[in-house]
């Protein structure tokens, strides 16, 4: 059975069961504008600054760091859920999985528009996760540029 955190652009569902603003059902990017992403360069570029920003969340993530997670997440995913409720709903959602075995990048699509969240410059980002209790899972997190230039994640969810 899958399991889902259900948070992505700032849609928050206390039932921990849907989650659908930059993915389809099959957790995969929903139609999207693939435009490069602007005020940074060429895409490859763009894309590599948000892995490396994603990454770099995820490790706290990984390492049980929730609150720290949502200090350094987007404006749009901080005025989505407390801090209290995110650590609440990562930590039901991450804690049985256990720890992360290996990660592997999937994918990483840049877009200007997605379902349920203001335009903006944004990587759909999937990982092919392992983790201790669960062999096969999908990691999808969507950073998007701030307007101070920094990539900030503003959704996540496992299946």
């Known amino acids: 059975m899958s399991r889902l ?8 569902s206390m039932s921990s069961v849907g989650l ?19 005020g ?27 609150a720290e997670s949502w200090r350094e997440a987007a404006p749009l995913f901080k005025g989505a859920v407390t ?16 720890a992360v075995v290996s990660r592997t990048l999937k994918s990483a699509t840049p877009a200007t528009s997605l379902p349920g969240a203001p335009d903006g410059h944004y990587v759909v980002i999937q990982y092919d996760t392992v983790f201790a209790h669960k062999q096969h899972a ?22």
Request: charged share 25%.
């Open 20 to 38: 659908l603003c930059a993915c389809d059902s099959k957790g995969k990017p929903s139609a999207q504008d693939s435009t490069a992403v602007e």
């Open 83 to 98: 801090e209290h409720q995110w650590a609440a709903q990562v930590g039901a959602v991450r804690k049985p999985l256990g």
């Open 5 to 12: 955190i259900p948070l992505m652009f700032g849609v928050l």
């Open 138 to 159: 999908v990691e999808t997190v969507t950073p998007m540029l701030d307007k101070a230039g920094q990539w900030r994640v503003s959704g996540y969810f496992v299946r």
């Open 40 to 66: 940074e360069g060429d895409n490859a570029r763009g894309e590599a600054a948000a892995i490396k920003a994603t990454d770099a969340w995820l490790r706290l993530v990984d390492a049980g760091q929730y």
